[in-house]
C-alpha cells in the first residue's frame, strides 16, 4: 500500500492523454481469439491488470487460475475451462471470493459443467472438473445481478455442438456489456440471434480476425471529471472512437450537463468546458462503472444528483455505494436512499483544503476522488489500486501538470 499526494492545481492547459486501452475488450477478445486457436490477432491490448491477468492463466500450463480482483476474467474464465478435458481451480482475492457466481456456476452445470464449491456455496474458489460433454443447449439466466454471466456463456456458445439458446429473465443491467460481447464475436465471425430475451448461437467457428482495442471510456471519464472542475482546461483523449463498443461511451452527454463539451476528431475526442445544470438525474443500470465519477463531480459542483440503477454497485471491487458515502461524507456532502432512487446533495459550506480518500481496494475509489485536485490537495490511501484497470493513471496526471509525491 502506498499512500499519495496529488497538489491543487486549478487549471489544465492544452493536454494530450491517451488513456488506458479497454480492459473489457481486451478480456474479450483475449478468450475469443483462444476460442479460435489463433495468436496475435489482437492490437493495443490493455495493459490492465485484470488483462495482463487473463493473458497469462490463458497461457498458464498451472492447475490453480488465480484472477487476483478481476471479476470479468473470474467469469469469463470459468466458462471458458468448463468446457475443457482437463481440470482447474478458479480462485481470486478474499474480495473476489464474496462476489456471486452462483448464477453462471448453475447455468454452466445445466450445459453439463462439472463444477464444485471449495468453501461457500455460491462463491469462488470453484473446482472445474473436465468437461463430459452437452448435456443441454437451452438455458435461463437473470440478467439483473451481472451481465458477465452472460457475455461468459456468450463467448464459449459458438464452439459448444449444439450452439445454445440463452433466455434472459427479469431485467437485463448493463446491457451494453452484452452488446459488446456479441459485437466483438461477430468480429470473429460468429453470427448470433437476439429477438426479445432470447440469445440465440448456433455452432459454428470463430475465424481469426485483427481488432485494435479502443482507449477505455471509463478510463477516460475521470478527464472528463477534470475538465468539469478545473477553472479552466482543455484536452485531447486520443484513441477513443464515435462508434464504440463500450457503453460507457455515453459519458459525454452526461457529462455535457456536468459542463463539459466533447468534440470528436480524426483520433480521438476533445474536452473543453461549458454551462452546466443545477440539478440532474442519471440512471446507471447500463453504465454502474461511471456512478463514482459522476458522484464526485457533482458533489464537488455543488449539483443535486437524482441517481438510479445502483444496484449492482454493492458487489463489486467493494460496496461502493458504502464507500462513496463515507468518502464524499469528507467534503460534507449526503448520499442516501430515497423513495426508489438515491439522493446526492452537496454541501452549502466552502470546500476542505485537503481531502485524505480511503480506497477499499476499489481502482474507481482512487481515480474517481483524484480530480478534487483541481479544488484541494487531496490524499489517496493507496494509489497502487488503480492498477486493475489503468496503471499509467497517475503518470497521466503528471503529464497533466499536476505534482504527485
Ligand atoms: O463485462 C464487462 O466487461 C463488465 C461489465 C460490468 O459488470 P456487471 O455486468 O457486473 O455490471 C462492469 O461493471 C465491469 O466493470 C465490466
Ligand atoms: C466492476 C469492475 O470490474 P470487474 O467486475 O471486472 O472486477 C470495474 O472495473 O469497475
Not at 245 to 267: A, C, N, P, R, Y
Not at 357 to 377: C, G, I, Q, S, W
Request: net charge negative; charged share 25%; glycine share 6%.
Amino acid at each position: 500500500m502506498s499512500s499519495l499526494k496529488i497538489e491543487k492545481k486549478k487549471n489544465i492547459d492544452n493536454v494530450e492523454i491517451t488513456p488506458v486501452a479497454s480492459k473489457s475488450e481486451s478480456n474479450r477478445a483475449l478468450i475469443i481469439e483462444s476460442l479460435a486457436g489463433t495468436t496475435n490477432t489482437i492490437l493495443n491490448l490493455s495493459e490492465a491488470r485484470d488483462t495482463q491477468t487473463m493473458n497469462k492463466l490463458l497461457n498458464t500450463q498451472e492447475d490453480t487460475l488465480d484472477v487476483i480482483d478481476a471479476g470479468t476474467t473470474m467469469r469469463f474464465l470459468t466458462a471458458f475451462m468448463s468446457i475443457k478435458d482437463k481440470a482447474s481451480i478458479m480462485t481470486g482475492t478474499p474480495r473476489m471470493c464474496q462476489r456471486p457466481i452462483g448464477i453462471l456456476v448453475e447455468a454452466l452445470r445445466s450445459i453439463g459443467a462439472d463444477i464444485k464449491y471449495v468453501g461457500e456455496e455460491g462463491y469462488p474458489p470453484l473446482k472445474i472438473n473436465a468437461f463430459k460433454g452437452q448435456a443441454s443447449d437451452e438455458i435461463s439466466i437473470k440478467g439483473d445481478i451481472s451481465s458477465q454471466y452472460i457475455s461468459a456463456l456468450l463467448m464459449i456458445a459458438p464452439v459448444l455442438p449444439n450452439g445454445l439458446k440463452i433466455t434472459i429473465k427479469g431485467k437485463l443491467g448493463s446491457k451494453p456489456y452484452v452488446d459488446m460481447t456479441l459485437g466483438l464475436m461477430e468480429v470473429y465471425g460468429v453470427k448470433a440471434d437476439w429477438t426479445d430475451n432470447i440469445i440465440t448461437i448456433p455452432h459454428q467457428n470463430y475465424k481469426p480476425n485483427q481488432y485494435t482495442i479502443e482507449s477505455d471510456w471509463s478510463g477516460a471519464s475521470y478527464w472528463f471529471s477534470l475538465v468539469s472542475l478545473a477553472d479552466s482546461a482543455q484536452i485531447k483523449l486520443k484513441g477513443l472512437r464515435k462508434n464504440s463498443f463500450q457503453g460507457d461511451h455515453v459519458i459525454t452527454s452526461i457529462m455535457k450537463s456536468l459542463g463539459v463539451k466533447s468534440e470528436f476528431t480524426e483520433d480521438g475526442i476533445t474536452l473543453t468546458k461549458c454551462d452546466h445544470d443545477d440539478v440532474i438525474h442519471i440512471d446507471f443500470t447500463h453504465c454502474p462503472d461511471l456512478a463514482q465519477t459522476v458522484a464526485v463531480v457533482c458533489a464537488a459542483k455543488k449539483i443535486q444528483c437524482h441517481l438510479k440503477g445502483l444496484e449492482s454497485l454493492r458487489i463489486k471491487e467493494t460496496d461502493r455505494i458504502q464507500a462513496l458515502q463515507n468518502e464524499l461524507a469528507k467534503i460534507g456532502a449526503t448520499l442516501e436512499e430515497k423513495n426508489g432512487e438515491w439522493l446526492l446533495t452537496p454541501s452549502n459550506d466552502d470546500l476542505p483544503d485537503l481531502i485524505k480518500v480511503e480506497t477499499y481496494d476499489d481502482h474507481r475509489m482512487a481515480m474517481a476522488f483524484a480530480p478534487l485536485a483541481t479544488k484541494m490537495n487531496v490524499e489517496i490511501a493507496d494509489g497502487d489500486v488503480v492498477a486493475k484497470s489503468y496503471p499509467t493513471f497517475w503518470d497521466h496526471m503528471k503529464q497533466a501538470g499536476f505534482t504527485i509525491s
